[in-house]
């Protein structure tokens, strides 16, 4: 069919950036069946992404993600990250043309990761609206953008609490990103955020993949900053549905074995993070202890790591895949608890499937997002110290799987899906919000 709008979506190709984006480009896709959505992105990235999926309106087309040519990349997370935005926007500018040739369409409007500020002036250059997508939590967002405050307000008492910042009474000093800390030596990622912060008010529209609900008070303040303040999820709860992976590793028929609801232990710390060797050997003596039936995704490498005779004395009621179809598992009615590093989108497939959390935070926004786990939302706790050890696991475990306390906690999970369920229905906020981003998307045509 011949399309009549050309959107370029600039991605963002580490952790786990890339992957709601590419969601809601889906859910804009489906609902505009005439506009071509060319989603630029790394080639390791895309081919995790798209794999053998076709969509009838999107294109994935590879930018060079800043390996030397010839060279195969063996640093670390961090490094890659910093070879990406070295390489940009130059490596962007390139596919945009080329997406543009192959299509015979002029591209009308840039849908970005919030990271890559530089596609502010590409879009001003080119007299396009600029769309910037926030793939955290609008908690994180803020702290970003009252960093000037929190610098003033000094880091003499790390405990603080940051009462100045509208929604974030409860949190402290110590549970901020560290990259809102520019130090004299800042990461290439520290340099981004800032200067992120800096371009987001010339955006035409923040989006995020969350629900105006769970935080009405930062809402109202964020609504105030920028042109469109927009929450359009949670995008799992949405319209058209996820596409389902394979269970490659038979969890789910390892869930259904389990005989009570509610009653296994889901373990797992994203793409990125393996904890280190002390405390993985602490929640294995925590799980052993403990004994409730446990699923723990956890890589090959580090399975080498765990107490000798871990597996065979835990075989019978565990369970350690290099793997976890995570939204299904969440969604099984078996998984009582999940032990997480605490990243947004694993928050938002806990609260949409209503099971509370122990957080192990590592990185990032992942601090911020455990303290408003425990404190502001009290759908799940922290744990002890910030690191496992046994005995403080074994508590937070028990807590949670078998007191009162955790039923309370596992209420107001319940209660915030329902929130997040309202704000994804046909008068919700979040769908209201999403026709407005598709009259953005659509006025374009004409800017």
């Excluded at 107490?307 to 976890?324: C, E, H, N, Q, S």
């Excluded at 939302?377 to 955790?406: C, D, H, P, Q």
Aim: aromatic letters at 10%; hydrophobic letters at 40%; one cysteine or more.
């Amino acid at each position: 069919m011949g399309f009549q709008l050309h959107i370029g979506v600039l991605a963002f190709p580490f952790g786990t950036h890339a992957p709601p984006l590419l969601a809601l480009v889906r859910r804009l896709a489906a609902s505009s069946p005439g506009t071509l959505f060319s989603f630029l992105n790394s080639a390791e990235s895309n081919a995790a992404l798209f794999n053998e999926r076709t969509y009838d309106n999107i294109r994935a087309f590879d930018v060079w993600d800043g390996t030397p040519e010839g060279q195969i990349f063996t640093g670390t997370h961090f490094e890659a990250v910093g070879l990406f935005l070295k390489a940009s926007p130059g490596n962007f500018d390139k596919v945009i043309e080329e997406a543009e040739h192959k299509t015979g369409l002029k591209i009308c409007c840039l849908i970005t990761d919030a990271f890559l500020w530089f596609a502010c002036d590409m879009a001003e250059k080119r007299g396009l609206p600029w769309v910037p997508f926030w793939t955290a939590a609008s908690c994180s967002l803020s702290s970003h953008l009252y960093t000037d405050q929190i610098v003033k307000a000094g880091t003499a008492n790390q405990e603080q609490n940051l009462s100045f910042i509208p929604g974030l009474e409860m949190a402290t000093l110590t549970d901020l990103p560290p990259e809102v800390f520019l130090d004299n030596s800042p990461s290439p990622l520290a340099i981004t955020i800032n200067k992120m912060v800096e371009k987001l008010p010339k955006s035409t529209a923040v989006v995020l993949n969350s629900f105006e609900e769970i935080d009405p008070i930062i809402t109202e303040d964020l609504k105030t900053k920028f042109k469109n303040f927009l929450n359009v999820g949670p995008s799992i709860l949405a319209p058209p549905p996820q596409a389902t992976p394979h269970d490659e590793t038979g969890c789910l028929s390892w869930l259904e074995d389990q005989t009570s609801p509610k009653s296994v232990v889901y373990i797992s710390f994203g793409t990125v993070i393996t904890p280190p060797e002390n405390e993985l050997a602490a929640l294995a003596d925590a799980l052993e202890i403990c004994r409730f039936p446990f699923l723990w995704s956890l890589k090959d490498y580090a399975v080498k790591s765990l107490p000798d005779g871990f597996l065979d004395r835990t075989k019978g009621f565990g369970k350690i895949v290099a793997w976890a179809p995570q939204q299904q598992v969440l969604a099984h009615r078996n998984v009582g608890v999940f032990v997480t590093h605490c990243g947004w989108n694993s928050i938002l497939e806990s609260i949409s499937s209503c099971v509370p959390l122990i957080c192990r935070p590592f990185f990032g926004d992942q601090k911020l997002n455990s303290r408003m786990v425990q404190d502001s939302w009290k759908i799940g706790v922290r744990v002890e110290g910030g690191v496992f050890t046994k005995n403080e696991t074994v508590e937070s475990l028990k807590k949670l799987m078998a007191t009162e306390a955790g039923m309370k906690i596992r209420e107001n999970v319940s209660l915030l899906r329902e929130k997040a369920t309202a704000a994804v229905k046909p008068e919700g906020s979040s769908t209201q919000n999403f026709k407005k981003l598709l009259e953005i998307i659509g006025a374009a045509e004409s800017s």
